[in-house]
């Protein structure tokens, strides 16, 4: 099923998306983690509705860089040995429709990144590949805006990935049962019309299980984090001539099966 986060004018709530239309419920999110049951609830109009980033506050987001093997192939790098994590604040979250706003100011090199999102659904702690999967609770569709000046120039990633807007996520949750394999599923990205990223999740080099495994050998992952795993090629900046995004621009990411997440670009 699809789990979606939305406003309408009686506050937050999450539902079932059904095509076009969502079954409400008064659940909590700790309430979906925990498998409680759903229980009748009004269907209203996805259109009537404003939707919300389905995760708001996950207790971290970590995310893997160079994970894709044409993404390798286009930076004229070796594959890494084990999986380069880092991370984006929580704060850098927003959902389907919202604007990726950024201030010339700060960065000239605004570029995207389409991901799969894993979000876990129980605590994982030395978890082996053979029960990583047992850990997810679904998948959503992430783009990991990455200005890339501040990413390279500061010889630390997370300032240049953790920018306020450049983490939207969306525009649901396909919980783990309707995903037969993670490693086979399209995604890619469409910049005004134009595709500029169109693979498959077969190129990551660390697959969904390897990804949760290593993870929980360093650190507990905890109900609703999130992991982005990582993009393939045709970013922006390995481009010739680079593409960043500017003012005016409509990115689109879209994980095959889960959905399109689509956001305006707004320069201050
Ligand atoms: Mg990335």
């Given amino acids: 099923m699809k789990w979606v986060r939305f406003q309408d004018s009686d506050g937050i709530f999450y539902g079932i998306q059904d095509g076009d239309s969502i079954q409400k419920t008064n659940l909590s999110w700790e309430d979906i983690l925990a498998g409680q049951a759903v229980t009748g609830g009004a269907s209203v109009s996805l259109d009537s509705v404003k939707v919300l980033a389905p995760i708001a506050s996950p207790s971290k987001i970590v995310a893997v860089g160079q994970n894709y093997m044409d993404h390798c192939r286009e930076q004229n790098v070796a594959p890494p040995e084990r999986p380069i994590l880092f991370t984006k604040f929580t704060t850098s979250i927003i959902g389907n429709g919202d604007t990726i706003e950024y201030a010339q100011a700060l960065t000239q090199q605004a570029d995207y990144e389409v991901e799969l999102a894993v979000v876990i659904g129980k605590e994982a702690r030395n978890v082996s590949e053979e029960d990583a999967l047992d850990y997810v609770f679904g998948y959503t ?10 990413q390279f120039g500061d010889k630390q ?3 240049g990935k953790s920018l306020d807007t450049f983490c939207p996520m969306g525009p649901c949750i396909l919980t783990a049962d309707e995903v037969k394999d993670p490693q086979d599923l399209k995604l890619s990205t469409t910049l005004n019309g134009t595709v500029l990223q169109d693979s498959t999740t077969a190129e990551m080099i660390f697959g969904v ?7 929980s050998k360093a650190f507990t992952l905890l109900p609703g984090d ?5 993009t ?3 970013v922006g900046v390995f481009r010739d001539p680079p593409i960043f995004l500017t003012d005016g621009d409509t990115v689109t990411c879209e994980v095959e099966g889960i959905g399109q997440l689509t956001n305006p670009v707004s320069v201050i």
């Fill in 141 to 150: 569709v992430a783009n990991d805006v990455s200005a890339r000046d501040l």
């Fill in 157 to 159: 990633w997370v300032r």
């Fill in 209 to 215: 299980r390897h990804l949760i495994s290593f993870c």
């Fill in 226 to 230: 999130v992991i982005l795993t990582g």
């Fill in 232 to 234: 393939p090629d045709g």
